[in-house]
């Protein structure tokens, strides 16, 4: 049951995305691995597989879509610019362009979470944030992908990301 009015109160929830990938998942009739795999990693030309954590009982596993893909640090880096290419990887529309603007566009007022996406510091730069502090971050004003592999036990210190990207960002200028 709903406390609030839809777009009134943002809640975060690792059970909406698990959901989404379920959702997805049963409409193909796939696992989502394999499909990730054809339509998105192949076209995109990563260079090594990307895998997800399974969860569930053996024989009855499927990717833990809330946050289990993994990936090598460039085909992380790949999948940046491929959003900043506007879904474009070494000549293919590989995402819709459409898409790829829909769901990087924070809007008016700025939304701070949308299609996956956290929005960041600037008007249009915007982040995929793993857990334990991995993150994607792709600013179209300074045409940059960042990508940072790290670990934090048990969590990140609250406000770690923004100050280390900014100072990222600066070193860039």
């Not at 569930?56 to 833990?64: D, I, L, T």
């Not at 915007?126 to 960042?146: E, M, R």
């Not at 280390?164 to 200028?173: E, G, P, T």
Request: proline share 6%.
């Amino acid at each position: 049951m709903a406390t609030s009015a839809p777009g009134t109160v943002f809640n975060y929830s690792t059970l909406d995305s698990c959901v989404l990938g379920w959702a997805l998942s049963s409409a193909l009739g796939r696992n989502i691995a394999d499909y990730t795999a054809e339509r998105l990693w192949a076209p995109a030309g990563m260079e090594h597989d990307g895998y997800w954590l399974m969860q569930g009982p053996r024989g009855k596993q499927r990717e833990f879509f809330g946050a289990g893909l993994n990936a090598t640090l460039r085909d992380l880096g790949r999948f940046g610019q491929l959003m900043l290419n506007g879904g474009v990887a070494n000549g293919t529309q590989v995402v819709p362009k459409a898409w790829v603007s829909e769901s990087t566009d924070r809007g008016t007022p700025p939304a701070m979470y949308m299609y996956q996406w956290w929005g960041g510091q600037g008007a249009r730069d915007f982040s995929a944030l793993g857990q334990a502090g991995q993150t994607i971050n792709v600013d179209p004003d300074n045409q940059t992908v960042i990508v940072i592999l790290s670990y934090y036990y048990p969590e990140p210190p609250m406000g770690t990301q923004a100050p280390l990207l900014s100072a990222i960002k600066a070193a860039l200028k």
